[in-house]
């Protein structure tokens, strides 16, 4: 257990729509990064929070957003969801002196 | 800009057999090194690291060893075992020289690794 909990584990829907997935970092770990992984892209880094503020971008489309919390913990918003979005999203912890770790990730199908 | 590059794959081996996936990286500064494992459905778990030229990280039995002249950290495993079969993902962030990672981690493409019995 590496101590990231993303929920919810699976999304099914439409295109169009909009949707929201769930970060809870390890306990002491201020920074969340959040990955796409797809078939034909590979592991893409999205964004990077360090407590509250973002720090990194990366290929993040203008249709998707991030935040992070007070309590840390942080959401992915998806919107006007088209097929190729389907992909699972990571989430990861730590940094610093400490490696990442990651979240068993939420599984987008896009229909 | 940093970038990760791994040997393509898929790697197909019998059980008890030696494995090399070759991984080799383009960064400025004093990156630190990893490899990441992803066994099917799951995510991503660290296996095992270096943080500085000629570390050796180990884990499980396997190893990778940080070659600064080479730009190299491939991974490699003795024997391997039919529970090894997964997707290996050789990555770096960025590190100063004491050692505080900055950014993201930027990921090689993976490597699928299938064992038969």
């Known amino acids: 257990d590496s101590g990231v909990t993303q929920t919810p584990k699976h999304l099914i829907t439409a295109t169009g729509q909009r949707v929201t997935l769930r970060c809870s970092p390890r306990?002491?770990?201020?920074?969340v990064y959040w990955y796409q992984q797809s078939l034909d892209q590979g592991l893409q880094f999205l964004i990077q929070?360090?407590?509250?503020?973002?720090?990194a971008k990366g290929n993040i489309l203008e249709r998707f957003s991030a935040q992070q919390f007070p309590d840390l913990h942080s959401e992915l918003n998806l919107s006007s969801l088209e097929l190729g979005d389907s992909a699972l999203y990571f989430c990861?912890?730590?940094?610093?002196?400490?490696?990442?770790?990651f979240g068993n990730g939420t599984r987008l199908t896009v229909t | 800009g940093n970038s990760v590059t791994q040997m393509e794959g898929p790697v197909t081996l019998s059980e008890e057999a030696f494995l090399t996936i070759n991984c080799t990286y383009t960064?400025?500064?004093?990156?630190?090194l990893f490899w990441y494992v992803q066994y099917p459905g799951e995510g991503l778990q660290l296996l095992l690291k270096?943080?500085?030229?000629?570390d050796k990280g180990s884990n499980k039995g396997f190893e990778a060893t940080y070659r600064k002249e080479t730009t190299s950290f491939h991974l490699e495993k003795g024997s391997v075992q039919v529970s090894d079969s997964a997707v290996y993902f050789c990555?770096?962030?960025?590190?100063?020289?004491?050692?505080?990672?900055?950014?993201?981690?930027?990921f090689g493409q993976g490597t699928i690794l299938t064992v038969h019995p």
């Open positions: 990861a912890s730590g940094g610093g002196y400490s490696p990442l770790h």
């Open positions: 270096a943080t500085k030229a000629d």
């Open positions: 929070y360090y407590n509250g503020e973002e720090r």
């Open positions: 990555a770096l962030i960025f590190s100063n020289a004491g050692g505080t990672s900055y950014g993201k981690l930027t």
């Open positions: 306990s002491g770990d201020l920074s």
């Open positions: 960064a400025t500064g004093y990156p630190s």
